[in-house]
């Protein structure tokens, strides 16, 4: 499973096609759900779905949370992946880096429209304006 950010507010239409596009997967094997809609299911997946993202609302500097499961694909092929659907889509993402953990900060790639990627740390939203440092917070997890 991976979790990455999108910092527009996407439908769950868009969250496909970015899926579908980066995985190289028709639409129908291809499944979307709320946390709610999963929770729901109770493990009784559509048996065509080869990707399953959960999408969820955020607060910070990304709208968007979308979780992976059931794929399989290398790293760099999903960041090439991924980098052309935010420049074809205009959006912009953020991926967890290799580094995990660094300073007690998640490190992230930031990959914009113009296909920039540069890396940036998660931090607790505080009076620092630094630019390379981001901030997202889980709207269901919020006490």
């Not at 992946?81 to 790639?109: D, G, M, W």
């Not at 540069?118 to 931090?123: F, K, L, N, P």
Request: hydrophobic letters at 35%.
């Amino acid at each position: 499973m991976i979790d990455f950010f999108v910092k527009e507010a996407i439908s769950d239409e868009r969250a496909s096609l970015l899926l579908q596009k980066t995985f190289g997967l028709p639409e129908n094997k291809v499944t979307v759900l709320s946390l709610q809609e999963m929770e729901a299911l109770e493990n009784q997946l559509p048996k065509s779905c080869d990707c399953l993202g959960v999408k969820s609302l955020i607060e910070g500097d990304a709208c968007t949370l979308l979780q992976i499961h059931r794929i399989d694909i290398p790293l760099d092929i999903f960041l090439e992946r991924l980098q052309s659907f935010c420049k074809a889509e205009s959006i912009t993402c953020y991926v967890p880096s290799e580094s995990v953990y660094a300073n007690s900060y998640y490190n992230y790639y930031e990959i914009t429209p113009d296909c920039e990627m540069i890396e940036v740390s998660e931090w607790l939203k505080d009076d620092n304006e630094d630019n390379k440092q981001i901030y997202f917070h889980n709207k269901l997890t919020k006490n």
